[in-house]
């Protein structure tokens, strides 16, 4: 059967473009709160979703997709920490 992998697979440079795309579609919900309810539940979803691959430094579709955005020297790093990582 399929297991989904929950070793992190996304670094710290795609890490910090998704925190930034995250607080835009934060603030982009906020806009259209009461404008747009559609828009605003859409952004505030693709915020949430944003988010949660930050925390959990996972992302499904780069799993699917066999990218793993992770350097070589935060895998050194990752390694002496004993913290599990996408070969």
């Given at each position: 059967g399929f297991s989904y992998s929950f070793f992190r697979n996304i670094g710290w440079?795609?890490?910090t473009?998704?925190?930034?795309?995250?607080?835009?579609?934060t603030i982009g919900a906020f806009y259209f709160l009461k404008t747009n309810a559609v828009a605003a539940i859409a952004?505030?979803?693709l915020a949430v979703a944003?988010?949660?691959t930050v925390l959990s430094a996972r992302c499904i579709v780069c799993f699917f997709m066999?990218?793993?955005?992770i350097s070589r020297s935060e895998?050194?790093?990752?390694?002496t920490k004993g913290i599990d990582f996408e070969k």
């Open positions: 440079q795609d890490r473009i998704r925190t930034i795309a995250g607080i835009v579609a952004l505030a979803a944003q988010f949660w066999g990218q793993c955005t895998k050194n790093k990752l390694l």
